[in-house]
């Protein structure tokens, strides 16, 4: 039986799309590469197929899914800034903190990406760099001024969301979020 011609992309996607939530939820030691197949619905075989190791499925989670939805937000700039004050906005909720699984990459997976190979940190640094050139572009300010605010708005993102995951005091956990979004809308302008 023939498989049609895109069966193999569908595939490679859908281990990603699985593997992305796995990984953001037991972390990259906190899960091998069975898990991962499993989790997507593959054969360990499967796997290797289309990942050499689980580092190389890492990078793949990182290049397609950090920053999104932002960085592929179209429009005016003015559209676009609203659009980043909507991500913001989820991003910085409870919601998001109690769902890693489906959160972003950046608070779940930074700490794992710090201890890979060169090429997996390449990935994530040319992704954060297309991040804070995205964000850039729509804050307000002197071109500068847009680079560190963008580095501002992440670092918020990043540290505020890690940090209400380990906080045992829930209502703590909820100030945090709502400083750092605080903060990060004045970094917007």
């Known amino acids: ?16 799309e699985a593997g992305a939530k796995a990984l953001r939820q037991n ?8 898990g991962l197949a499993s ?10 197929s289309n990942f050499a190791n689980k580092e190389a499925l890492l990078q793949e989670v990182i290049g397609a899914c950090l920053g999104e939805p932002f960085v592929n937000a179209e429009g005016t700039v003015s559209e676009r800034r609203q659009k980043l ?5 989820v991003y910085f909720s409870v919601a998001h903190r ?4 489906t959160g972003c ?13 060169g090429d997996v940190r390449d990935t ?3 992704r954060i760099k297309f991040l804070v050139t995205k964000i850039a572009e729509v804050v307000e300010g002197e071109i500068h001024e847009r680079e560190r605010k963008a580095w501002n708005i992440i670092a918020l993102m990043i540290g505020s969301v890690s ?7 829930q209502q703590y956990a909820e100030a945090a979020l709502s400083f750092a979004s605080a903060s990060a809308m004045a970094q917007i302008g």
């Open 124 to 126: 994530y640094t040319g």
């Open 1 to 16: 039986m023939r498989y049609p011609p895109d069966q193999k992309a569908k595939a490679r996607a859908a281990m990603v």
């Open 39 to 48: 989790a997507a619905g593959v054969t360990s075989g499967a796997f290797y």
């Open 27 to 34: 972390g990259f030691n906190g899960i091998g590469v069975d």
């Open 163 to 169: 940090a209400a995951r380990a906080m045992s005091d």
């Open 98 to 101: 109690d769902s890693p699984g």
């Open 85 to 89: 004050k909507e991500w913001l906005t």
């Open 105 to 117: 990459v950046m608070p779940a997976l930074s700490a794992d990406v710090a201890r890979a190979s």
